[in-house]
């Protein structure tokens, strides 16, 4: 038997279960609060009309894709599924029909999480983190260890740091690409931007942090980026490539005095004067300050207000 058919068994049966073909095994009623979520489940729940139509279909119809669980000690674990469960519990279901697996390896129970995820819905809907984990997930565990040392290789190359020897092993990273619609430096950065911490991954589905910044900050270790992140809130900043590439120079000594440093903090956080914008009608602007450098403008604001605070006290 070739090495990758119990792969291809798993990823094809969870393929069948989808797509109305008969698994093997039985299909089995069980408590829906027995089924905890997937340790790693990296995709978000449905909301809004996308649910309320999932949570009507199912009061109408009930469930007619079982959901796909692993044995535990407890119970069970999801691992194709969430959605529906979390429509049945709406819908107002107290069982599910559920595929049953035991003895699944990680990599085997990581099949069905993500390639199921994959299938129901359009990569061009996943969140960037969300693709971040389906991207990850396939290079680095589904499609083997080995591609461990092939990425990193890779991303040696890609951020300019001599490449090692790279051999000709970026092809099964340019399959990837040509599968998502994506070029294989953009596959690199994704996989890389797995090391971020959560919060960071957060900002970068609402597109507070770009990837290209996300992949420099990825080589600090998540303390350093758990600093990095305090000293971004607390002083409402935007992280430019500039700056994280300075941060990801200092990757292994960061201190919160040295992030404060990059974002040219000169003062303790809590000491720090936020800029505050006050609007000016564009006809005292124009009547003031129309042949006045901008740079100025701010010290001539600041003296005329000391001037008419001095008369106030007086």
Not at 73 to 91: F, I, V
Not at 206 to 212: C, N
Request: aromatic share 6%.
């Amino acid at each position: 038997m070739k090495a990758n058919q119990p792969k291809r068994k798993v990823f094809n049966d969870a393929v069948d279960l989808l797509t109305g073909g008969e698994p093997e095994g039985g299909v089995q009623m069980i408590p829906i609060d027995s089924i905890e979520p997937f340790h790693e489940h990296p995709f978000k729940l449905y909301a809004g009309e996308r649910l309320e139509d999932m949570v009507e279909s199912i009061r109408e119809h009930g469930i007619l894709t079982p959901v796909i669980v692993q044995k535990t000690a407890s119970g069970y674990e999801m691992l194709a599924g969430h959605n529906r469960q979390n429509a049945a519990k709406l819908a107002g279901l107290t069982e599910v029909p559920a595929i049953v697996k035991e003895g699944l390896s990680e990599e085997e129970a990581l099949v069905y999480v993500v390639e199921t995820n994959v299938i129901q819905r359009s990569f061009s809907d996943l969140s960037v983190s969300e693709r971040i984990a389906v991207l990850s997930t396939r290079y680095d565990r589904v499609c083997g260890t080995k591609k461990r040392e092939e990425i990193m290789e890779e991303l040696h190359l890609l951020n300019g740091d001599g490449g090692h020897h790279v051999h000709r092993q970026a092809k099964s990273r340019e399959l990837i690409g040509q599968e998502y619609g994506m070029t294989g430096r953009n596959i690199a950065r994704y996989v890389r931007c797995n090391h971020l911490i959560p919060a960071f991954k957060g900002m970068l589905d609402d597109g507070s942090l770009t990837i290209i910044a996300g992949v420099e900050l990825s080589f600090l270790s998540e303390e350093e980026q758990e600093l990095v992140l305090g000293v971004m809130e607390q002083n409402c900043i935007k992280l430019k490539k500039d700056k994280a590439d300075k941060l990801r120079a200092a990757a292994g000594s960061i201190t919160k005095e040295s992030v404060q440093e990059v974002f040219g903090l000169d003062k303790p956080v809590s000491e720090v004067t936020r800029p505050v914008s006050v609007k000016i009608p564009a006809k005292v602007y124009s009547r003031y300050f129309a042949n006045v450098a901008a740079k100025d403008v701010q010290s001539i604001l600041e003296e005329a207000l000391d001037q008419y605070f001095m008369r106030k006290g007086a």
